[in-house]
């Protein structure tokens, strides 16, 4: 189970306050994402721009680290690194999306620095981001982009299992939503097919409990969540 942004109750998403909350219930993994700041620093945060967290029209690369850190996101939070976040929870796996050029090597760094290259999944949709990210941290493991998952969700569907090999070797994951290119991804056939690539599925953004339980019936083995409390519930239940 990966708390998607943490847990956002009574916390703002991407927080150290958000994943301690997290951390509190039981989590073990924590989703994240990164971007630059204008100073080069690895800042998490999901959207480009402050608009729907901060009401600010500016972009996160448009301001230093410093500036950042000056805005109030609500609960005594504000923008931390993700150097902070590592060091902050020495213990936690994090899931890191690398969401734009820019955050690759300040990421890669932040993960060198903490010594943090054996407890973290990098990822990212953009194929070139996700290799700059990986061509700095050796031996670091890492999930699917979007083209090299549409190549393998194709030949799935087609029963092409040697196109499905080829387009997910060397990772360890897909991270995926129930649906991509208007087909279904997670079916017991595509889930096994994926699973003979030699890769994990880790279907997001699932918050409903019901749902949760179904897609581990069908084998997915893992699921990104808002509601981290919800999801290890279901899962200590079914043990």
Sequence with gaps: MFAHRGLALEAPENTLL???KAIAVG???????VHASADGYAVIAHDPDLKRIAGRDVRVDQLTLAELQRIDLGHGQTFATLAEALDAFPETRFNIDIKSSAAAEPAAGAIVAARASGR???SSFDERRRLAALGLLPGVVSSSSARLFALALLGGKAGISPLVRRALRGL???QVPEKALGLRITTARMIRRLHAAG???HVWTVNDPARMAQLLDLGVDGLVT?????????VRNRA
């Design 199 to 201: 890769v994990e599925v």
């Design 226 to 234: 808002d509601r981290a409390d919800l999801a290890l519930e279901v």
């Design 172 to 174: 360890v994951a897909v």
């Design 120 to 122: 973290v999944l990098v």
């Design 27 to 33: 989590a073990v993994y924590v989703e994240t994402d």
């Design 18 to 20: 958000a994943f301690a």
